[in-house]
């Protein structure tokens, strides 16, 4: 059993500044210690592949990052894993906890099965795993060797933890109280819809600042955005659908100073929104958020989605936006984009369906956007 201040402080002297999480009884105290720790940030997730899409930004803007869960919590995260972290070859460390261990003690009926595929699980996507360490002199050792794995081969590595492997820590302290505090507008009538995705799309990219980040959600966002101008600023989301916005707050809370501008879809909003509540509650002030609402699933046939019947900007208003606008031009979006972005910002704009013609696929690798987006990010 170690203490979890003697794994955070030698993780921390290597690298590591940002934990993402959903709790667990075995993480207990190790959570707990995070959460306590004032020079160690931690994003307390909605779920799992949440926290590693949050790690994954934070990797992204230079930060070594930690995701820690319940083995359970695998499930939520196999999609951002395999078609984020694996495809684009960003490097975070996995902690797990491993309820239902086959040889361990009497656990809950519902981590049976998981318990016992957790090992097969992580070789299955090819992560590589280790046991989280349970003496003090093991910390060292076993950090250094997932780091070495994760930069020879930029991918992730896993730390499997069992019942018992930390010292109990009791919780200090509590969330400060983050009430919603945006003004909202009336949601534009669907009958306002007056331009394109790749209209808009367009706006945004001349009328953004040479160095903001630009994060294109899964779809036709991120080929579209490639097709009118390939920067170096930009990321292309391929896979994991609905994990930009948290890929941006990740980012957003490692490069406070750098503007990051989240281009999200109604479907992919839908998928994971949940984490409009944890970047409501963090209000990273140089997060933009904006949601190109064509009310459906373009790439897969056009079939509707039910943002028809839901206020986007009603929700992030609750979940904490402090600045939510609904607009109906181009000009109210170039607006918006060539003003300072001081406080967290939901923009909403209905589109039409459609596509260009001829809509090329990206020529540049996953890897070689995540890589060059990095650079661009330490150069800044």
Not at 20 to 25: E, M, Q, R
Not at 94 to 104: D, F, M, S
Not at 252 to 276: K, Y
Not at 282 to 294: A, G, K, S, Y
């Amino acid at each position: 059993m170690i203490k979890a201040e003697d794994f955070v402080q030698i993780a921390k002297e290597k690298g590591f500044g940002l934990y993402a999480g959903v709790p667990c009884s075995f993480l207990k105290p190790f959570i707990n210690y995070v959460i306590d720790s004032p020079d160690i940030q931690y994003v307390g997730a909605a779920n799992e592949g949440e926290a590693v899409a949050i790690a994954a930004g934070a990797e992204l803007a230079g930060m070594r990052s930690v995701a820690m869960f319940q083995n359970s919590g695998l499930g939520n995260a196999v999609n951002p894993l395999t078609s984020l972290h694996q495809i684009f070859n960003i490097p975070i460390l996995l902690i797990v906890t491993w309820r239902g261990e086959p040889e361990g003690a009497v656990d809950e009926p519902q981590h049976k099965l998981m318990g016992a595929i957790t090992p097969q699980l992580l070789e299955l996507m090819q992560i590589p795993w280790a046991y989280f360490p349970t003496e003090t002199d093991q910390i060292e050792p076993t950090l250094d060797q997932a780091l070495e794995f994760m930069a020879e081969h930029q991918k992730p590595y896993a730390l499997v933890m069992k019942k018992g492997s930390v010292e109990s820590v009791s919780l200090n302290s509590r969330l400060a109280l983050k009430p919603p505090s945006a003004s909202l507008e009336p949601a534009p009538a669907l009958t306002d819809i007056k331009y394109s995705r790749q209209e808009l799309l367009h706006v945004i990219q001349a009328a953004s600042q040479p160095a903001d980040i630009l994060l294109a959600t899964t779809g036709y966002s991120g080929r579209e955005l490639y097709a009118l101008e390939d920067r170096n600023n930009q990321f292309y989301m391929v896979g994991s659908m609905g994990c930009i916005s948290s890929i941006g707050l990740g980012i957003a809370l490692v490069r406070p100073t750098q503007r990051v501008i989240v281009i999200d879809g109604d479907g992919a909003m839908l998928m994971r929104m949940s984490a409009l509540a944890i970047i409501g509650y963090e209000r990273p002030p140089n997060l933009l958020h904006i949601l190109l609402d064509n009310q459906c699933h373009e790439s897969t046939g056009g079939q509707s989605t039910v943002s028809h019947s839901i206020d986007f900007g009603a929700i992030a208003a609750a979940c904490g936006y402090e600045k939510v606008l609904h607009v109906k031009t181009a000009q109210e979006v170039q607006t918006v984009i060539e003003s300072t972005t001081e406080h967290l910002t939901f923009l909403q704009v209905k589109t039409k369906p459609g596509i260009p013609d001829k809509l090329p696929r990206p020529k540049i690798t996953p890897p070689e956007v995540a890589q060059r987006l990095r650079q661009f990010i330490q150069q800044l």
